[in-house]
């Protein structure tokens, strides 16, 4: 089925730094979406884009809805400890029938 | 509470055993889900219900059986499951509307290892 191309798939951070990542797609998407999964635990909305060019904050994360429709970014500033875990971007494929599809996260590890 | 409840948390089972997983939602949702997550591997969607129906089979193998009594519950039957079967299975509900369905909430999940 469709996937979303996430990059980069980990990453090590020094506490403190910004930090960036994002999902490509080859097809339009309506909505995109990033979740947190810490171990063990179900993934957790973080934020919910959907509009085209819209950039939307949640405290220290901020992520954005690609003009073209076909990206997204999240950025992360000033990380902390808790913010290890795995981020997945999501998004409703208007070519695939309006499907959820899932990247394949991005591994964040903060060093202290 | 929280809006999606799964149970159990933590699953052992044998490959001749038979048992279930539930998912409730109190989100007043219309869709409901099953994914399947393996370690180093992305989110596999398996079964999708909107208003009750099953919408989606991803070519899931027989042994695992969803049943969806109503909007607000989802079931998966598992029986004669395989060690590769092992893995965090997670539901999930959303709004299906018709420009497609709202974000996903996720359920703590089930870890299940089978033996």
């Known amino acids: 089925g469709q996937q979303l191309n996430q990059s980069p798939q980990s990453m090590f951070i020094q506490e403190g730094e910004d930090v960036s990542m994002n999902c490509t797609s080859s097809?339009?998407?309506?909505?995109w979406l990033w979740y947190k999964q810490d171990p063990g635990e179900g993934p957790v909305l973080l934020i919910a884009?959907?509009?085209?060019?819209e950039l939307t904050s949640n405290g220290r994360l901020t992520a954005q809805f690609g003009i073209t429709r076909k990206d997204s970014f999240l950025n992360i500033s000033a990380s902390i400890p808790s913010d290890v875990g795995i981020y997945f971007c999501?998004?409703?494929?208007?070519?695939?029938?309006?499907?959820?599809?899932f990247g394949a996260g991005t591994i964040l590890r903060v060093k202290s | 509470e929280t809006g999606v409840t799964q149970t159990p948390r933590h699953l052992v089972m044998g490959m001749t055993n038979k048992k279930s997983l539930k998912c409730e939602q109190h989100?007043?949702?219309?869709?409901m889900y099953w994914y399947k997550q393996s370690a180093k591997k992305p989110l596999e969607l398996m079964f999708v219900?909107?208003?009750?129906?099953?919408?989606e089979n991803n070519s899931v193998p027989s042994r695992f059986s969803p049943e969806c009594p109503n909007s607000s519950h989802l079931f998966l039957h598992l029986h004669t499951l395989q060690p590769e079967d092992s893995a965090l299975y997670l539901c999930?509900?959303?709004?299906?509307?018709?420009?497609?369905?709202?974000?996903?909430?996720f359920g703590q999940g089930t870890r299940l290892t089978v033996v």
């Open positions: 999930a509900s959303s709004q299906a509307r018709g420009q497609g369905n709202t974000e996903a909430f």
């Open positions: 097809s339009i998407f309506n909505t």
């Open positions: 884009l959907y509009k085209a060019g």
């Open positions: 999501a998004g409703n494929d208007l070519e695939y029938g309006n499907k959820l599809v």
């Open positions: 989100l007043g949702h219309n869709a």
């Open positions: 219900y909107n208003f009750k129906e099953q919408t």
